[in-house]
């Protein structure tokens, strides 16, 4: 009755895993059967199983385990049972990358890939391939080819399958493999054909040309497989999208016209591929776009789920690039919000957020909160980035649309989920300078019963920042002193910092504020004592110089190069103090922005660095930079060659006080070329110097190398805006195609003109941004700074945001107070702007702007340098 009992006891608390309380200690011990005579095939099984099991849960097997255990794991050949055969097989994969000496098994594997049991040899070629190096690949080849033309489909697969795999390491051996893979490209199995295509694209894709012929024989054929023939749509839509053809002669494409005959294919997962492809081309008119939506359109009325939800996901990704093609479907997409499937329901909904009027907001929004707590977090942010985009689009809107955010943030939820809504909030503040009250006081209750740090420190930051400048700042301090009696230390140093930036930004405030820091003295953590009594340091010196530098505007320096900067110092000489003036000051990285819907994932995002910190490393292995000082910034790439020449050179410039560091990311893309000693050389304006060329000494084909040029600015600023003529110098050697080594050590010489280099004043200005820009002005009308004006007529733009987005691009300023944005209907705006020349010159910038035949411009610059002044006033003219 007992045993009963608590069988029915373990029903009732569901299905449990046999393997969740395994100890890899145990296990390995129980790899010891594997040397038992005869082997027991079924006690083995298990044993492997749970090896696996530990392997793909993150276990980690060092270096002995695993060869003991691989070692052990041989025995098994001598087993004729299929699934313990197939099982070794696994083992083998998996451990060996950990395990040494595993070539040893490599006679076995040949012997089960070329054997007569078909349920060895599949598996036989995949393990086989995972230990094979380049090395060994060649006395394997002529049985990999053979395979890959077997008559058997698991077989074929395989043999394709491993050899993509192969092509990353071994990529010219498995190139001579191409015949056999167009044989097997002729297979009536649609898999084999499909995997034999993907490896016929990975072994021609670096020769264009050989692409080229392949898609165009292949589209006058017809591929049975409908996966072939999904890649192939893929292959030609990158065909198409590297020849940049101009919408009026896509229709002519034969090209387009194959993805356009798709869309009539029998197979439903090619239509959806080809209507897909289509909609998101860059190049393609409305005439063009029509058939594709109309198949989305038919397939929103589907009764299969899945190609309900495959076209609401692709009507969500394109509705902002799209929104005029996707109104004529939001029909269809009203009929889909009450969906039983809620995955489709909610992009359904979503996509009306983006191409809906103004008036159907109040009316989509309740109907979302009929069902948002059903569904799970992954939709919500959906929902989430939606509403950011609905109200950039609709800023009147901010109220509903704000209201129904913090309704959400008040709900159940993991720390991606709330991290979305708090990110689209402060957004919304930081555009729409109607919606920053409302905004605050949402984050402030939001902080009253925040679980995450990371989130309550972020809005303590954001209080911060804006709180001073709010109608009635007072009304914040008690939620931030909140935080001081109530969180953790990380947060209630936060809070400290938040309640500074207050007392220093509001006179008003400043006594309350003091008394505030005082109890903070007492406060049990170190780091949050230590920054009350350096605050109250600064604020009882009464001193508005202090403030601004060290409390409202500090600066912001780039931590990773920081932590090296502080690193060197200590392994340096002791002697000298620390200057934080030479870690270089770093620009704010925006995250990058993407358009893929319900592609979001538990895994660490990437840190956000700036490219002073990327170059950071590179530049540091230069002979003698670190006398050229800090880096001041580094610009965006620029390409002085066209994509489908011989050679490629992109160009980073990277400006110092006194020198500008020229990178040139060099790529040879002719096979039979092997080049040396490559370099750049520069036609160097006047008054420019050249201090070094550091050539590049070899450059193999298709391998990206670097050369550099290093350049000393003339002494006014004024002569800094040039023009450089650029020249790539190289010695050339013919070479073997196929290993890539040089037939001969004699080269001889040759040159390749490349395009003019420009150096600006945007490229010599790093962006910031002023929290209260007024202020800033206003203490630089004073004896240290100096100021130029001017007035021009900007005849190349007819509106007051075309103007204001030139003026930002020419000058390379950071825009503040939201002066970036032009009202509509308005016929004024000004432009407040700051960033820092070149040296640690400061800049700020009042642009006013007037609207009436064409724009005019009065632009007043104020520096702590006359000629930086001038040069930026010169730069608009």
Known sequence: MGSFRREKDEEEDGPTNAYQNLEKTSVLQETRTFNETPVNARKCIHILTKILYLINQGEQLVAREATDCFFAMTKL???????????????????????????????????????KEDLYRAAAIR?????????????????????????????????????????NTAGDVVKRWANEAQEALNSDNIMVQYHALGLLYHIRKADRLAVSKLVNKLTRGSLKSPYAVCMLIRIACKLIEEEDIPAE??????LYTFIESCLRHKSEMVIYEAAHAIVNMKNVNPRLLSPAFSILQLFCSSVKATLRFAAVRTLNKVAMTHPAAVTTCNLDLEGLITDTNRSVATLAITTLLKTGAES?????????????????????????HAICALCAKYPRKHTVLMNFLSGMLREEGGLEYKTSIVDTIITIIEENVDAKESGLSHLCEFIEDCEHVSLAVRILHLLGKEGPFAATPSKYIR???????LESPIVRAAAVTALAQFGASCPALLANILVLLGRCQMDLDDEVRDRATYYLTILNSAK?????????ERENCSLALLEKALTDHLNGDLQNHFDISIVPKAAIVKPEITNDVMMVTSAPRAPKITREEESAARLAQLPGIQVLGPIHRSTAPIQLTESETEYTVQCIKHIFAQHVVFQFDCLNTLAEQFLENVRVELTLPEGYTARAVIPCPKLAYNELQTTFVIVEFPPDASSSIATFGATLRFVVKDCDPNTGEPDSDEGYD?????EDLDITVADQIQKTKKNNFQVAWDAADSEEWLQAEDTFVLSAVNNLQDAVNTIIKLLGLGAANLSEKVHEGTHLHTVLCSGTFRGGVEVLVRAKLALSEGVTLNLTVRSTDQDVAELITAAIG
């Open 127 to 167: 393990a086989l391939c995972s230990i094979t190096d380049h090395t060994m690949l060649q006395a394997v080849e002529r049985y990999m080819k053979q395979c890959i033309v077997d008559k058997n489909a698991a077989v074929s697969c395989a043999a394709l399958v491993s050899s993509l795999r192969l092509a």
């Open 750 to 754: 040759d040159e390749y003109m490349l």
């Open 77 to 115: 050949f001598q087993s004729k049972d299929v699934v313990l055969r197939r099982m070794v097989y696994l083992g083998i994969k998996e451990l060996s990358s950990i395990a040494e000496d595993v070539i040893i098994v490599t006679s076995s594997l040949t012997k089960d890939m070329t054997g």
């Open 249 to 254: 002669e896509l229709a002519d494409s034969p």
């Open 479 to 485: 939620f931030i002193y909140n935080r001081v009696i």
């Open 360 to 384: 159907s907001v109040e009316r989509l929004m309740k109907q979302i909160s009929t069902f948002v707590a059903e569904i799970s977090d992954e939709f919500k942010v959906v929902v989430v």
């Open 544 to 552: 508005p110089e202090l403030y601004k530098n060290y409390i409202i």
